[in-house]
């Protein structure tokens, strides 16, 4: 799964490629590290046409999810004698957020399907960690080319309140995306087999995801039956359940190239691995 990814283009950059046409991001200088749970540039449809903005990176988690944690925490808090408010441990059940997001058939994601919800996030590369050659894991950026020059990530955004981390509380209007994932192409696919993010390269391509509507969108590429990537909910009333994978909206990129580093490699700055 891709948890790390970096823009070193400019705000005019952006804007001239997803055809913002409101700015609400200020003075956005680049950054070579974007990583969960923190604010990134995302453009999306606005009431004035699309803006380019700031989002915080990890869509809601599931309730389910939410609901089994919260649970076994009040499980944990009976064990040792305690009472327990179900409903408010529930509303205040940090929710670390879903930077990826795999299955679009289920239902915790099909209310974001609408051009509303959609975006798009800039980046210049993402990284996928693989094996190094010392038997550890290390990252592996991927680039159009060595210029890295300017793409984005299919996506989806929302606007949440609730808990991200126990020790910062409630937080409330928050707004969050996540990225669109699909089956890694050739390139990507020796590093992380599992999937890749969904990667738009042209204003072309970047429309048909940000206007049209999901069942023109979903029937520009062929739709593809596959088992689901992740690990939850394989199995329902027991028997395998049948997912729909999504496909890019115009074409999975073919041209990404892998450079291999060392972590010696990167600038390090705030305590992160840079590009």
């Known amino acids: 799964m891709c948890n790390l990814y970096s823009l070193t283009k400019g705000q005019a950059a952006i804007r001239e490629l997803a055809r913002a046409m ?11 590290g974007i990583f969960p749970d923190y604010a990134a540039p995302i453009v999306r449809n606005g009431a004035e046409g699309r803006e380019l903005t700031l989002a915080r990176w990890g869509m809601p988690t599931s309730q389910k999810v939410i609901l089994d944690a919260a649970s076994r ?17 529930l509303r205040r059940e940090p929710d670390g957020g879903v930077t990826n997001i795999r299955n679009v058939a289920s239902r915790h994601w099909t209310r974001w399907l609408g051009v509303e919800h959609r975006c798009v996030a800039p980046l210049t590369s993402f990284s996928e960690y693989g094996r190094a050659p010392g038997g550890g894991a290390a990252p592996v950026w991927f680039a159009l ?12 955004w929302t606007r949440w309140s609730g808990v991200r981390k126990a ?3 409630w937080e409330e209007d928050i707004d969050l995306y996540g990225v669109l994932t699909c089956e890694p192409n050739a390139v990507v696919a020796p590093v992380h087999p599992k999937a890749m993010p969904v990667v738009l390269t042209t204003a072309e391509e970047i429309d048909v995801w940000m206007r049209a509507p999901w ?12 088992p689901p990537h992740d690990r939850r909910g394989r199995r329902e009333g027991g028997r395998r359940r049948k997912r729909f994978g999504f496909r890019m909206v115009v074409k999975i990129l073919g041209k990404f190239e892998t ?6 490699d990167y600038e390090t700055s705030r305590g992160g691995c840079f590009t």
């Open 167 to 169: 020790r910062t509380g």
């Open 73 to 89: 925490r009040a499980d944990k808090l009976r064990a040792k004698g305690g009472t327990v408010d179900f409903q408010e441990l």
């Open 215 to 226: 069942a023109e969108a979903r029937a520009s590429a062929p739709a593809a039956r596959r």
């Open 259 to 264: 450079r291999p580093q060392r972590v010696s």
């Open 22 to 32: 409101v700015d609400r991001t200020g003075n956005l200088p680049p950054t070579p």
């Open 145 to 156: 080319s060595q210029e890295r020059p300017l793409c984005v990530f299919a996506g989806l």
